[in-house]
C-alpha cells in the first residue's frame, strides 16, 4: 500500500491542494500463472484528491516466466491494429446488447455509438487488459465508456476470438 501526501503536507501548501493533498491506495490483488508460461499480478487502488469521490483503479501486469521480462497484449497479439479496434469494439457491442433497455452502464444511447466509441477508444497498447486463463477481459475505467456510478465495465474476449485459436 503506497500512500501520498499528508494532513501536514495540505496544510504547508494550500496554493495548490490538488498536487499535496492527493492520497493514492495500491494494493496487489490477485497473482496467479497461466499455462506454466506467464505470471500476472494484478494491482487496485483508489486515488483520491478532493470532491464527491476518488478513482478507483485495476490494473494487471503480465511477465513470461522463461525470460522475466514483462510483456503486454502487443506481444501476444499477431494481427493488426484495426482488426483489434473491430474486434473489440464488437464484442463491447454485443455487451452493450446484452442489457435490458434502460439499464445500460455504458454512456452511448444505442449499439451502434457503442462500437464508434469503441472503436476509437480501442488500441493494442491504450486499452486496459487483464489476462485470464481463457481469455481477456478489456476493463474500461470509470467516465471512460459510462458514468461513474456504473464502475468498471469488463468486456470478456476469449483467445479463441482474439488469436483464431482456443
Same mark, same amino acid.
Given at each position: ?15 495548490? /491542494? ?37 478513482? /478507483? ?5 503480465? &511477465? ?42 455504458? &454512456?452511448?444511447?444505442? +449499439? ?34 459510462? /458514468?461513474? +456510478?456504473?464502475? &468498471?465495465?469488463?468486456? &470478456? ?10
Amino acid at each position: 500500500q503506497e500512500v501520498e501526501g499528508t494532513d501536514e503536507d495540505c496544510e504547508d501548501h494550500k496554493e495548490n /491542494p490538488i498536487i499535496w493533498c492527493t492520497s493514492i491506495e495500491k494494493e496487489v490483488s490477485k497473482v496467479e500463472i497461466l499455462w506454466d508460461q506467464y505470471l500476472t499480478i494484478e494491482y487496485s487502488g483508489y486515488w483520491y484528491a478532493g470532491g464527491a469521490h476518488g478513482m /478507483p483503479s485495476d490494473y494487471q501486469r503480465l &511477465f513470461d516466466l522463461t525470460t522475466g521480462e514483462e510483456l503486454t497484449l502487443k506481444d501476444i497479439y499477431q494481427g493488426s491494429e484495426k482488426s483489434f479496434k473491430k474486434l473489440v469494439a464488437e464484442k463491447t457491442k454485443e455487451d452493450f446488447l446484452s442489457y435490458e433497455e434502460g439499464s445500460t452502464p455504458y &454512456f452511448a444511447e444505442d +449499439a451502434d455509438e457503442v462500437y464508434e466509441d469503441a472503436y476509437e477508444y480501442a488500441g493494442l497498447t491504450s486499452l486496459n487488459i487483464l489476462f485470464h486463463e481463457t481469455g481477456i477481459s478489456v476493463l474500461y475505467d470509470p467516465y471512460e465508456m459510462g /458514468p461513474y +456510478a456504473s464502475g &468498471f465495465i469488463e468486456v &470478456f474476449i476469449s483467445y479463441e476470438e482474439l488469436l483464431g485459436q482456443s
